[in-house]
């Protein structure tokens, strides 16, 4: 392609709406364009690295078994008010982000934000055997989601292009292996697109299953936090990160003791207060749902997780479609005085939910449900009942290792992929099943793997740039070469550059040809924020010293390659980024 003819254009400044480098230098190098929050277009350029990131994923996808399909966008919304099978709430109650429609004839229908419901029903319709099993179906189809704040450029948005896999296997084993296949295949995916990764545990969200892992991205810029272990390598997001409370010396339990504290409203004016350490104190925040209050409870030098909450409730059976914190005039029903009350005295009608570490101490202070006071030498389960003990806390830097002691420390990165064994969850509701070795009908077993593709793309930017612009690994690259024609105004110049882009192209090189006639400045500033990774220059000063100027855009230094080898040499660089990839 000649630069004179791409459908594009630079910017020397940042756009104002940018929120983060993806987006900043996405835009300005020409490879995207933002219609509204969350919505953008892809210019070639970016319109070629997705290509990219794309034939990758189908490499991998179909060296596994992978069959690809593209499912619709559209779907009747009476499939996502399908209960699942473990009885929680069904999807459109689960999730707040469905763009919603009523098609003429007045039925209701959502813009798919993704297809589990739908891929199980052509799975119900074509697997009739254990003989037609395993199956890996997948699609790279637009997604639409109402996001409620897009954010990070390219990094969370409302129109997404995404590919999802499906897995189905007549058994655990089978679901397992299909499992290791696709976990595998990710990690070729994302070797092969030069990013810097780690795969975590983490929490399965509303698409629901049992076992489920991130690949996360480690970039300053990540929206995600996890934790890792210095010692053996555990790795988790914090929504399911497990870690050692720490022991409390045990005390002989002292009687109930009601102070003074005026103006302690946190945890930490408490202690300050009492001359204690945090962790003797105890934390309480209510919630409601349906119309039913929660107490959770932890110790105080540790903080709630809701998501782990939310979980925690599930398996309680307890509704949490709209849990939310409890307001002002929910507490005033109850009785109960916020920042000064605790699990003792609880009415029946409270759920008490608290966290282990609460058994790891004595002597706790807890809140009085009265202003200004607290109540010392607070004990379980002398002086308050727990309705469910459970992991509901957030872990935290230096935190202790559940598998080998080892000190967990806060990493930041961006998810790349997401992986889940669903189980039957989505099958037993819908009725997917087959025929066992035995003639007996059995349901399947699902499993669920997602890329979003301009995360991916997004995610590459965050990692890998500079001061002056992009710096593209190869295996994503809109092209491999840069062809820099300096004075294209002398005859000799333009007829050597124009014959070197004709061999190139001939060798199968991907080269984006600058025959502009524009300025030296011009032409090496548009190259260096665009991030080829490899730049060659026909000039006069280069043909002078013998030949083109050759530069990888990751390093300072350049090389004369004589004419006659260019596209040799060129074509070795591309192989060798291309293998480190």
Known sequence: MRSSQLLTTTLREAPREAEGVNQELLVRAGFVRQLTSGVYSFLPLGNRVL?????????EMNRIGGQEVTMPVIQPRDLWEVKPADGGPSRAEAVDILFQLKDRRGRDMVLGPTHEEIVTLLAREFVRSYRDLPQLIYQIQVKLRDEPRPRGGLLRTREFLMKDL????????????????????????????GLRFIVIDADSGAIGGKDSQEFIALTDA????????????????????EFVRSELERQPEAPLEEVYTPGCTTIADLAEFLHIPTAQTMKAVLYSSSGRLILGSVRGDLEINEVKLVNALRRAGINTT??????PEELQLAGIVAGFTSPIG??????ILADISLKAGSNFVGGANRVDYHIKNVNYPRDFRVDAWEDIASAYEGAQ?????????VIHGSELGHIFK???????PFGATFLDAQGSEQPLLMGCYGIGLGRVMAIAVEQSHDEKGIIWPFGMAPYHLALLGLDLDKGENREIAEQLYRDLQAAGVEV???????????????????GLPLRAVVSKRSLKNGGIELKLRGQKESRIVPLAQAVQVIQQEIATGLNHS
């Open 166 to 193: 499906y897995s189905f296997d007549a058994d655990e084993a089978s679901m397992d292996k299909s499992y290791r296949a696709v976990r595998e295949a990710y990690q070729a995916i994302f070797a092969r697109c």
């Open 222 to 241: 990540g929206e995600d936090d996890a934790v890792q272990c210095d010692r053996c390598g555990y790795a988790a997001n914090t929504e399911k990160a």
């Open 346 to 351: 609880k009415s029946p009608d409270i759920f």
């Open 422 to 428: 669903l189980g039957t969850r989505y099958s037993v």
């Open 401 to 409: 290792c559940v598998h080998c002691g080892g000190s967990l420390h």
């Open 51 to 59: 290509q990219k990131i794309a034939t990758i994923i189908r490499e």
């Open 322 to 327: 709209d849990l939310h914190m409890a307001t």
């Open 512 to 530: 984006l040809f600058d025959d502009r006639l524009e300025s030296a400045g011009v032409k090496f500033n548009d190259a260096d924020l665009i």
